[in-house]
C-alpha cells in the first residue's frame, strides 16, 4: 500500500517567534535609574544594545513576525529609556537654575557694595537662556554703581554746595547775601519731612531717603529743587540714578526669574 501523503494541515507548525534576552540591558535600566550617574553615556550604550537586537538577522518562519516579537519585548524598555531621559533633563535645568541663582546672587552683593561686577554678569548671561534686565547695566560692569552708604556721605557735600550757590545766586552783587549764603551752607541739613519749598527742605527730605535707603525717594525729590541749587549737585544726582537703574534692573530680573520659573508648573495645572 502505498503512504497516504501528508495534507498541508498536518504540516508541522511554524516555529514561534524567539523570546530575545533583554535581561542585560534591563540590569543597566535597573542600574541607570538608582544612581543617575553618567546618564547620557548610560542612555546611549543601551539604546544601542537595542538597536543591535532589532537588526538582527530574522528567523523564519516570517522576519515580519519576529521584528513584531521584538518590538513587543522592547516597548517597556523605550518608556524607561524616554522617562530617564526626561528626568536628565529635568536635572540638568535644576542644575542650572541653581548656578543661576548663585551668580545673581554674588551679582547683588557686588551692586549692593558699589563694586565691579563685570564678572559676576558675565557668569548671569552665560547661564540665562533668555537676556535679563541686569544685562542693562553692563556700562557701570567695570566700575560698580555707588552704593546707598556712599551717596549719603558724597551727599553732605553736594547739599551745602547746594544751598550756598543757590542763595549766592539770589544776591550775587550783594556782600550780605554772600555771608548769608555762607552762613546757611553752614548748617547741617537734617533729615525733615517737612512739606515746605525752601531748598533746605527739600535737601532735607533727600537725606530721609537715603536714610531709609531709598534711592529712587531721594532722586525723585531732588528733581523737584530749583535749577539754582539742582545744578550744582547734577554729578551727584547722576550716581543717584545709578543706583536707581540697578535697583530697579535687580527687581525686575528677580520678577522674571520667578516667572519662568513657575511658568512650567502653571502649565502642568
Do not use: C
Request: cysteine-free.
Amino acid at each position: 500500500m502505498r503512504a497516504r501523503p501528508v495534507a498541508a494541515a498536518e504540516a508541522s507548525p511554524a516555529p514561534a517567534a524567539p523570546a530575545v534576552d533583554l535581561t542585560e540591558v534591563n540590569n543597566r535600566l535597573d542600574a541607570l535609574e538608582k544612581t543617575g550617574k553618567d546618564t547620557a553615556a548610560s542612555l546611549q550604550s543601551v539604546t544601542q544594545r537595542i538597536e543591535a537586537v532589532e537588526q538582527k538577522p530574522g528567523i523564519e518562519p516570517s522576519k515580519e513576525v519576529v521584528a513584531a516579537a521584538v518590538a513587543e519585548q522592547i516597548a517597556p524598555i523605550g518608556d524607561r529609556i524616554t522617562g530617564l531621559e526626561r528626568g536628565l533633563g529635568e536635572r540638568r535645568a535644576d542644575a542650572r537654575n541653581a548656578a543661576l541663582s548663585l551668580a545673581l546672587a554674588n551679582f547683588k552683593r557686588a551692586v549692593a557694595d558699589g563694586r565691579p561686577f563685570a564678572e559676576e554678569l558675565t557668569a548671569i548671561e552665560n547661564l540665562s537662556p533668555e537676556k535679563l534686565p541686569v544685562s542693562e547695566l553692563a556700562a557701570y560692569k567695570d566700575k560698580g554703581v555707588p552704593s546707598i552708604a556712599a551717596l549719603r556721605t558724597s551727599f553732605e557735600d553736594a547739599a551745602r554746595v547746594a544751598i550756598q550757590r543757590h542763595y549766592q545766586k539770589q544776591s550775587p552783587d550783594s556782600v550780605v547775601g554772600q555771608v548769608m549764603a555762607r552762613a546757611r551752607s553752614a548748617v547741617q541739613v537734617k533729615p525733615s519731612g517737612d512739606g515746605g519749598d525752601t531748598v533746605e527742605a527739600i535737601l532735607g527730605r533727600v537725606s530721609s531717603a537715603l536714610k531709609a535707603g531709598n534711592a529712587a525717594g531721594a532722586l525723585a525729590a531732588a528733581e523737584t529743587l530749583p535749577a539754582t541749587a539742582k545744578d550744582e549737585i547734577g554729578a551727584w544726582l547722576e550716581q543717584v540714578k545709578a543706583r536707581v537703574a540697578a535697583d530697579e534692573a535687580v527687581k525686575n530680573t528677580d520678577q522674571q526669574i520667578i516667572a519662568s520659573l513657575t511658568k512650567p508648573q502653571a502649565a502642568q495645572n
